[in-house]
């Protein structure tokens, strides 16, 4: 088995310079950094008038053909997201025989940087937030079959505006493109990665989570909880159980704890089935203020935890009412101790996004919005009347159980369609997606070939 850190020095970068125009239309303006794999440049976009990113292989790389169909694949990986917590990928293109992709230039900071600067850990409050913008953007790469695979705090952009992406899918495998890669070799920053990863077997979803783990932990204490050279952070990432996160930090909630020591369990079985599951558990004590930012969260479970505060909330705003109406206003501020600054903190704060994605979470009657009449099914009783859920980009299994909940029958046809997996992935329904069908009636699902692994989520 081979090992290679990407804090690993590759070779000679693509020869370049200010004002040098690469792919014919991106003109070079500066260097942003180097990794072990690649050497980013910020560029403008000659065509478009807008600012890029270049991230190019290092040569010693790019003239071998595993790291080229890696790199690739890294292009491939990334242009078929559109998240807002994703780094957005628009081309590939090529200088000589050196490529390069093309992606959205992050104006901001990386959390790693953040961390170096602040010596000790983050607050608990703004740690959530950013983690759980984090898992937002992996539930739904998870769900397109992709999976990172190098999580670690300088892969975590956040914006001025407090947006958190997530950069450098640049090992995230696809499975389909499995055999591109040398068998038993492991690439990645071995302080970050998952126990499974180290010992040469498949990545799925749960090293994600185990990775997110470490990096909370990070977050709330301050440092990883395994250091050491190459040899023993292996052995510990393996064997070691880290110490608890309060035994380094008091200010840690046991809640929030637990979260950490889940998602950190060396068997795979043990952690968060999915980056959902932990999202919904790392909120799940959040203060009644940050609810709005459970996007990801079904509508039905925020009430439930609404119902089981609201005596004792209806109590309290009466007396904080009879004592200040402006009391109120400041109590749902939730401010934090913010290493980007006040006004940064304030964004961060404030940056709720308004509706859940559809692909984030399964749907039920409840969760749909009303249809206007015109979309009814003609001749129906509208009584009977039941929304189509969306259910795209699902697994047909999910896709299956979700549209049975609702009250529907389901038939399944497969079919090839570019842009999903071929892992059984819903591509499209008919009735459409929205459209009102009568309760009972039969739904049919198109679906991709099973002829990858398919994750049970």
């Given at each position: ?149 190098d999580i670690k705090p300088s892969n975590i952009l956040l914006t001025p505006e407090g947006t958190v992406k997530v950069a450098d899918f640049g090992i995230a495998r696809i499975v389909e493109e499995e055999a591109a890669e040398e068998p038993g070799e492991i690439v990645g920053s071995a302080r970050y990665m998952s126990p499974e990863q180290l010992q040469g077997k498949e990545a799925t979803p749960r090293s ?250």
């Amino acid at each position: 088995m081979r090992f290679r850190d990407n804090a690993v020095g590759g070779g000679r970068a693509l020869n370049t310079s200010v004002g040098e125009v690469l792919g014919g239309r991106y003109r070079v303006e500066n260097r942003l950094g180097s990794g072990g794999m690649a050497v980013v440049y910020r560029a403008e976009d000659a065509v478009l008038g807008r600012t890029v990113a270049l991230k190019t292989l290092h040569r010693h790389y790019a003239e071998h053909d595993t790291f080229r169909k890696r790199f690739k694949q890294e292009a491939r990986a990334m242009a078929s997201l559109d998240h807002e917590n994703v780094v957005k990928v628009y081309d590939i293109s090529q200088e000589g025989d050196v490529p390069f992709i093309v992606a959205e230039c992050v104006e901001g900071r990386d959390l790693g940087a953040m961390l170096s600067e602040r010596g000790g850990g983050l607050s608990e409050e703004f740690t959530r937030r950013v983690v759980s913008q984090l898992l937002q953007g992996l539930s739904y790469a998870h769900r397109r079959g992709i999976i990172h695979r190098d999580i670690k705090p300088s892969n975590i952009l956040l914006t001025p505006e407090g947006t958190v992406k997530v950069a450098d899918f640049g090992i995230a495998r696809i499975v389909e493109e499995e055999a591109a890669e040398e068998p038993g070799e492991i690439v990645g920053s071995a302080r970050y990665m998952s126990p499974e990863q180290l010992q040469g077997k498949e990545a799925t979803p749960r090293s994600d989570i185990y990775s997110v783990g470490i990096v909370l932990y990070h977050c709330l204490t301050g440092s990883p909880p395994f250091s050491g050279d190459l040899r023993s952070l292996v052995q510990q990432q393996l064997h070691e159980v880290p110490d608890s996160p309060r035994s380094l930090n008091r200010k840690v909630s046991y809640h929030m704890e637990s979260v950490v020591l889940r998602a950190l369990s060396k068997d795979p079985a043990h952690r968060y089935p999915s980056a959902r599951a932990m999202l919904e558990d790392l909120e799940a004590e959040a203060p009644t203020e940050v609810v709005p930012q459970t996007l990801g969260i079904p509508r039905r479970t925020i009430m439930r935890r609404r119902s089981r505060v609201a005596p004792v909330l209806i109590s309290l705003l009466a007396v904080i009412t009879a004592v200040a109406g402006i009391t109120l206003a400041a109590v749902g501020l939730g401010y934090v101790n913010n290493p980007l600054g006040q006004s940064a903190q304030d964004l961060l704060s404030r940056a709720v996004q308004a509706e859940m994605d559809p692909v984030e979470a399964p749907k039920t009657p409840e969760d749909s919005s009303v249809v206007e009449a015109s979309d009814q099914v003609a001749g129906g009783d509208p009584e009977n009347l039941v929304p189509v859920p969306n259910v795209d980009a699902y697994y047909d299994y999910w896709a299956e159980q979700t549209l049975v909940n609702s009250g529907f029958e389901v038939k399944v046809v497969r079919e090839y369609r570019d842009g999903y997996a071929n892992r059984g992935v819903t591509w499209d329904t008919k009735p459409a997606v929205g459209s009102m069908a009568p309760d009972g009636s039969t739904v049919t699902i198109y679906a991709t070939p099973k002829d990858l692994y398919q994750p049970n989520l």
